[in-house]
């Protein structure tokens, strides 16, 4: 099975937007096993431990097997073409994978929600923290809102137009947990406003696809301003991917990837020139992928 690379955030929707991307993904073969528990076969050399409680999939195939009565063992085996540390959902990849095939296994006895809730814990072993906002759009596919995490999960898949993204994943890395420590903890009221009336609108801006409102919403002014100083090039990125017609867009997840939202091919191509020419000036090795939200 396919486990696609996801956006988080959607540059407003701190910890509460996400969307999956047609590509890339990563593949997973999963069995059942005589032996039960859970056993990881790494095929890459990205050195990702093995030890189910260290291993983002392990850790949700673990939180999914405490819920299944019966002794059952799973064996994965993946194959990562979403590159650890790129910023986009490669942990989330694995650990929604992990579980959506398992559920598979075991004849679909578990519901959405309950499978967001068990990837979440592969999250917690990647960054420390169970957001979903990467978890929820690998498992539902699409555009998802996250209303919230707990008590349980509570998911809002929600419609999109037809909108093109185009991802630059320049060569360095950034890691969620350090991305997450920078933040501060207060944000005042006025920062607040603005960012719940951004989020508000880019939620309507894709029920009614409205390209006009979506790009307008596409501003954060609250995480973007701490962050974006880790990633050289971003201001470039931003500003000359605007001039070429982009609607929007800004950093994915934590970073280092950044993202931007096109209504045409043309314009996404435009911003991949864009994007090239940045980090060929800055001496960057990076990487683009020209796709769509799946
Ligand atoms: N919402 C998370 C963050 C996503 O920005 O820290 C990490 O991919």
């Known amino acids: 099975m396919l486990a696609p690379a996801t956006v988080a955030n959607v540059v407003c929707g701190f910890d509460v937007l996400g969307f999956a991307l047609n590509e890339p993904n990563d593949t997973m073969h999963l069995r059942l096993t005589e032996q039960p528990g859970v056993t990881i076969i790494n095929e890459d050399d990205y050195n990702l431990p093995t030890e189910p409680a260290r291993n983002v999939a392990g850790a949700a195939l673990l939180a999914f097997l405490r819920a299944v009565p019966e002794p059952v063992g799973i064996e994965v085996r993946i194959s990562k073409a979403i590159k650890p540390g790129s910023g986009i959902g490669s942990s989330a990849a694995s650990a929604a994978g992990a579980v959506v095939g398992a559920n598979q296994l075991l004849g679909n006895r578990f519901s959405k929600p309950e499978l967001v809730e068990f990837a979440m814990y592969g999250e917690e072993v990647s960054s420390g923290v169970r957001h979903a906002d990467n978890i929820a759009p690998g498992i539902y596919g699409g555009v998802t809102l996250i209303r919230a995490t707990t008590p349980r999960p ?38 607040a406003i603005q960012q719940w009336g951004n989020v508000g609108a880019l939620v309507a801006g894709l029920l009614q696809h409205d390209y006009d409102l979506i790009g307008r919403a596409l501003e954060d002014v609250i995480i973007e301003p701490v962050r974006s100083i880790l990633i050289p090039g971003f201001q470039e990125v931003k500003q000359g991917s605007q001039a070429a017609g982009a609607l929007g867009g800004g950093i994915s997840g934590s970073g280092p990837s950044l993202f931007m939202l096109s209504k045409d091919e043309a314009t996404a191509r435009a911003v991949e020139a864009v994007m090239h020419d940045v980090y060929e000036r800055l001496g960057l090795d990076h990487h683009t992928y020209l796709t769509t939200i799946n």
Do not use: Y
């Open 154 to 191: 509570d998911i809002v898949p929600l419609s999109a137009p037809p909108l093109f993204v185009t991802v630059v994943h320049p060569q360095i890395e950034v890691k969620t947990s350090d991305a997450r420590q920078i933040l501060k903890q207060q944000v005042p009221l006025k920062l």
